[in-house]
C-alpha cells in the first residue's frame, strides 16, 4: 500500500506495529525467552556456562562434543531469537578462546549447522549481532525493574554493564521513534502543531539516550573493555587475526566473512538519522548501510520506509515557520551532542586505552596483566571492522551540516 493508499484508508503511513515495533519496548524485543525446549538443553547449558568455560579453556571441547541437533522444534520467533543469541555467543567464545594468536579457523557443524539455519530464518548473519547481545540479552531481575542479562562473556561486572547500559540507550530512543511516526503523519497532513510536539518528543529522547550512555563510565572498567571484552565482540571481515574469515562445517565450501556487534547495527540513530534527512560521505554511508544486513529485517524494513517517506527538513524549510525551524535544529544539537559524547566514549575506552596497552607492553614488568594481553589486531578499529574513530567524526559532522539557516 503506498502513501497515498493509506491516507485515503485513514492507515497510517509508518505504522511501527508493521514493522514488529513495540511502542513501550522500540527495537527491544520485548519479555524475551531465557531458556528453550529440553531438547536443546545442550546448547543452554554451554551457553549458561560460557565464561567458565572459555576461562578454563573448555569451551572447544564441549563444542567438538556436541551432538548436531535439529534446528525443527524451535517454535515461534521468540525461541528463534534466543537460539540465534545462544548459538551466536558460543561461536564468539569457540572462535577467540585462546586469544587472537589461537584462533579457530572452522565452525564445527554441530555448531556451524543450526546457527546458519536459524540465522537464514530470521534473515540474520551467524555471528553475534547488536540484535543478540543487547535488544535480546536482558530479563527482570526482581519486581523493581531491575534488568540483568541472560548470557554473558569473561569480563565480569564490566561486560554486564556494557550491554545493560547500552540496552538503556536503546529504550531511551522509544519516545524518539514513536515521534518519528506521529511526524511522518503529521507531514502527510500538513499538521504544524503534531510536528512541533513530536520534535519536541525527538530532542528529549535524544537528550535521555545521551544520559543513558554516560553511565557507560560508571559501569564498564576501559582495562577490562579494551583487553578482554572487545576481542569477544570482534568478527571476522576486516580483521588481521582472521584475514581468510571463519569456515562454517557442513554449510558452506569457503570460508565466509562476517562484521562483529558494532554499535552502528542499532537500528536506533539510522531511522533517526533518514527522518531528519542527515546524509553521510560515502565511505561512512556504505559502512553503515552495510551494517543493516545485520538488523532484524522488520527494522531495516523501517529504515527504508523512513528513508522514502516524507522529509521532516524539506518540509520545514519551505514551510517558512520560525517556531519548526527552532526546534529541528534543537532536535539536530542535542544530535550532535550525542555523537560528541560518543566520540569521547570511544577515546577514552579505545584510544587512549590503546596507547596505553602499547606502553605495557613494552615493559618487561607490567602491573596490569589485563593490557599486556590485549589484542593489537584491532587496536583503533571498532568490532565491526570499521576505522572508528574517523567514522565517527565524519558522522558527527554530517549531523552538523543539516542545521537549517534562520531566516
Not at 119 to 126: A, D, H
Not at 127 to 132: E, G
Not at 320 to 328: F, G, I
Request: hydrophobic share 40%; glycine share 6%; aromatic share 8%.
Amino acid at each position: 500500500m503506498n502513501k497515498e493508499e493509506k491516507k485515503a484508508r485513514g492507515t497510517n503511513y509508518l505504522n511501527l506495529d508493521e514493522f514488529h515495533i513495540s511502542k513501550e519496548w522500540g527495537f527491544v524485543l520485548p519479555d524475551p525467552l531465557s531458556d528453550l525446549p529440553k531438547f536443546y538443553q545442550p546448547w543452554m547449558d554451554i551457553a549458561n556456562s560460557l565464561t567458565h568455560l572459555i576461562e578454563h579453556h573448555q569451551l572447544r571441547y564441549k563444542v567438538n562434543n556436541m551432538q548436531l541437533l535439529s534446528t525443527d522444534f524451535l517454535i515461534g520467533y521468540k525461541q528463534l531469537r534466543l537460539a540465534h543469541m545462544a548459538l551466536s555467543f558460543i561461536t564468539m567464545g569457540y572462535v577467540w578462546q585462546e586469544g587472537e594468536h589461537n584462533t579457530a579457523k572452522v565452525l564445527p557443524k554441530s555448531l556451524a549447522v543450526p546457527l546458519c539455519e536459524v540465522s537464514k530464518i530470521l534473515g540474520l548473519p551467524p555471528i553475534l549481532v547488536h540484535a543478540d547481545c543487547v535488544l535480546t540479552n536482558w530479563k527482570k531481575k526482581d519486581p523493581n525493574g531491575n534488568l540483568d542479562i541472560i548470557i554473558t562473556l569473561p569480563g565480569g561486572d564490566s561486560v554486564k554493564g556494557f550491554f545493560l547500559v547500552t540496552l538503556e540507550v536503546e529504550l531511551a530512543a522509544v519516545q524518539g521513534i514513536k515521534a518519528i511516526s506521529i511526524a511522518t503523519e503529521a507531514i502527510l497532513n500538513r499538521d504544524d502543531d503534531s510536528i512541533k510536539n513530536a520534535l519536541q518528543d525527538m530532542t528529549k529522547s535524544i537528550r535521555k539516550m545521551n544520559h543513558s550512555l554516560k553511565k557507560m563510565d560508571e559501569h564498564v572498567d576501559p582495562d577490562t573493555f579494551y583487553g578482554i571484552i572487545r576481542l569477544f565482540l570482534s568478527g571476522w571481515m576486516d580483521n588481521p587475526a582472521l584475514p581468510e574469515g571463519l569456515l562454517y562445517e557442513g554449510v558452506w565450501d569457503e570460508p565466509r566473512h562476517f562484521s562483529g556487534g558494532s554499535a552502528a547495527q542499532s537500528s536506533t540513530l539510522q531511522s533517526i538519522d533518514e527522518f531528519l534527512g542527515i546524509s553521510h560521505n560515502e565511505e561512512s554511508a556504505e559502512f553503515l548501510h552495510r551494517m543493516r544486513d545485520y538488523m532484524p529485517p522488520s527494522h531495516k524494513a523501517l529504515i527504508q520506509t523512513i528513508a522514502s517517506g516524507p522529509s521532516v527538513r524539506e518540509y520545514i524549510v519551505l514551510s517558512c515557520n520560525l517556531a519548526l525551524r527552532e526546534l529541528y535544529n534543537d532536535c539536530i544539537a542535542a544530535l550532535v551532542d550525542l555523537r560528541n559524547y560518543h566520540i569521547t566514549v570511544v577515546a577514552r575506552y579505545i584510544t587512549i586505552t590503546s596507547a596505553k596497552a602499547k606502553a605495557e607492553k613494552a615493559k618487561q614488568n607490567s602491573s596490569v596483566q589485563i593490557l599486556q594481553k590485549a589484542p593489537s589486531a584491532l587496536e583503533e578499529r571498532g568490532t565491526g571492522g570499521s576505522g572508528i574513530m574517523c567514522l565517527l567524526k565524519s558522522v558527527r559532522d554530517s549531523t552538523k551540516k543539516v542545521m537549517i539557516d534562520k531566516i
